[in-house]
T-cell receptor, first 109, second 118 residues
Framework: KNEVEQSPQNLTAQEGEFITINCSYS?????LHWLQQHPGGGIVSLFM?????KKHGRLIATINIQEKHSSLHITASHPRDSAVYIC???????????WGAGTKLIIKP | SAVISQKPSRDICQRGTSLTIQCQVD?????MFWYRQQPGQSLTLIATANQGSEATYESGFVIDKFPISRPNLTFSTLTVSNMSPEDSSIYLC???????????????FGQGTRLTVV
């Protein structure tokens, strides 16, 4: 079993829909990251969080440390949100990031 | 935040040749990380590059195949040597989270180098 699991692997939705991507992890962490990768390959950090909830524009990230679970929500989705969304965690004992497999999101106009 | 300029953005190379990828950061950072992302896969850490010391390679990656330079705190190169089609991947450099041991910071990435070996 992978230490970081994301679901779903693929998600196709219509423009305007509310999107939820889930991330579960099985190790002790110091922080969880949500990142976005566009088709060209570049990766952008969206959020880093260790508790609670963060919001940036139409994006919301939540984390439940007790349940070892995080969600990324996109409100009023738009075709430009189409990308791969990746969850990664930082461990206390090791500075390296542990990566989820990513969720490929396609928003249709 | 950190801004990373990575080049080339893409290249098509002949097997048996080598390609050097460069990353320039707009601030001084202790550690830089090099990742490979094979088609349809998640990121795999190749090595961690500290300024002034040899890079630390992950299991499955060796210096002869992926030599790394880190001449100063803002620059690093990764060379993919004696390339084969199996080396076709996206290569990314990164700084930050994990940039300093024990410190949580965001992870910042270069734009990626999409390498195709023919």
């Amino acid at each position: 079993k992978n230490e970081v699991e994301q679901s779903p692997q693929n998600l196709t939705a219509q423009e305007g829909e509310f999107i939820t991507i889930n991330c579960s992890y099985s190790v002790g962490i110091s922080a969880l990251h949500w990142l976005q990768q566009h088709p060209g390959g570049g990766i952008v950090s969206l959020f880093m969080l260790s508790s609670g909830k963060k919001k940036h524009g139409r994006l919301i990230a939540t984390i439940n440390i007790q349940e070892k679970h995080s969600s990324l929500h996109i409100t009023a989705s738009h075709p430009r949100d189409s990308a791969v969304y990746i969850c990664a965690v930082s461990r206390y004992s090791n500075y390296q990031l542990i990566w989820g497999a990513g969720t490929k999101l396609i928003i249709k106009p | 935040s950190a801004v990373i300029s990575q080049k080339p953005s893409r290249d098509i190379c002949q097997r048996g040749t080598s390609l050097t990828i460069q990353c320039q950061v707009d601030s001084q950072v202790t550690m830089m990380f090099w990742y490979r992302q094979q088609p349809g896969q998640s990121l795999t850490l190749i090595a961690t590059a500290n300024q002034g010391s040899e890079a630390t390679y992950e299991s499955g990656f060796v210096i002869d195949k992926f030599p790394i330079s880190r001449p100063n705190l803002t620059f690093s190169t990764l060379t993919v040597s004696n390339m084969s089609p199996e080396d076709s991947s996206i290569y990314l450099c990164s700084v930050g989270s994990a940039g300093q041991v024990g410190t949580n910071t965001e992870a910042f990435f270069g734009q990626g180098t999409r390498l195709t070996v023919v």
